[in-house]
């Protein structure tokens, strides 16, 4: 086989919370197999170029990959200017997203495709609603929680209708192996948020791994960003994918990570 494979991405349609249509972005490998299938939350900036990078670099590596775009209900615009209406509006219901990442994993279950296994990751605030999605929806495999804020809520201020109890509560229900990746100079999560996340999963006798990086902040992975860490991130990559093909059965074709 090819060091490298051929992939096609596109925008479709998924059906999602209270069976909402929304859009989309899918990319797959053009090869013929079935493969795992990776769900991209998207971070609170939003639906955004980087995202769709996100995705075809999935489709790269051998995975049939999703994001689904979470502001759909709030109508056309650029992703900033979509983000800055959704966070004035005090960000998305948990309720909402969960429906919505369901929706989103239905879809890739339904593809001919597909070889059953699931795994979600999600960044910012996606990677909160990782943590969140691995401990109330069934049928997840593995889960990647890159930097999500707000899994420990130590204001008890901002809990609210839309986000009523702190991911870190229901984590006794986390029903699939976790990975998480911060950055030691992030000021959401910080370090010692991260400490006891991984002591309530230790206590709790959860499978999870936790790798932090020095010299990193918040959202280090993302190109498009001055937080960017170009050699943090490609090992960071590296240990994303290394989860996944224990947990999800990935037989990646492509070179290293990125």
Known sequence: ??????????????????????????????RAGRFPGVVIIHHLPGWDEWIMEVVRKFAHHGYAAISHHLY????????????????AAGGVADA??????????????????????????????????????????PGIDAAVDCWGGNVIIDD??????????????????????????????????????VNRSEAVLKKLGKSYEFHRYDGAGHAF??????????????????????FYERYLGAAATSVAAE
């Open 1 to 30: 086989m090819s060091l490298y494979q051929g992939l096609q991405a596109e925008l479709v349609r998924f059906r999602g919370h209270n069976g909402d249509q929304g859009d989309a972005y899918y990319a797959r490998p053009t």
């Open 156 to 193: 008890p201020k901002l809990l609210n209708d839309k986000r009523p109890v702190a991911p870190i509560d229901l984590t006794e229900k986390l029903n699939c192996p976790l990975l998480g990746i911060f950055g030691n100079d992030d000021a959401n999560p910080t370090a010692d948020q």
């Open 72 to 87: 759909f209900r709030e109508g056309e615009g650029s992703p900033d200017d979509i983000g800055a209406r959704v966070r």
């Open 96 to 137: 909402q997203v969960m429906g919505d990442t369901a929706g989103a994993m239905a879809y890739l279950r339904a593809q001919p495709n597909a070889n059953g296994k699931i795994g979600v990751i999600g960044f910012c605030s996606g990677g909160r609603h990782a943590y969140l999605a691995a401990c109330t929806l």
């Open 221 to 242: 992975f993302n190109t498009a960003r001055d937080a960017y860490r170009p050699d943090q991130a490609a090992d960071g990559w590296k240990k994303v994918f290394a």
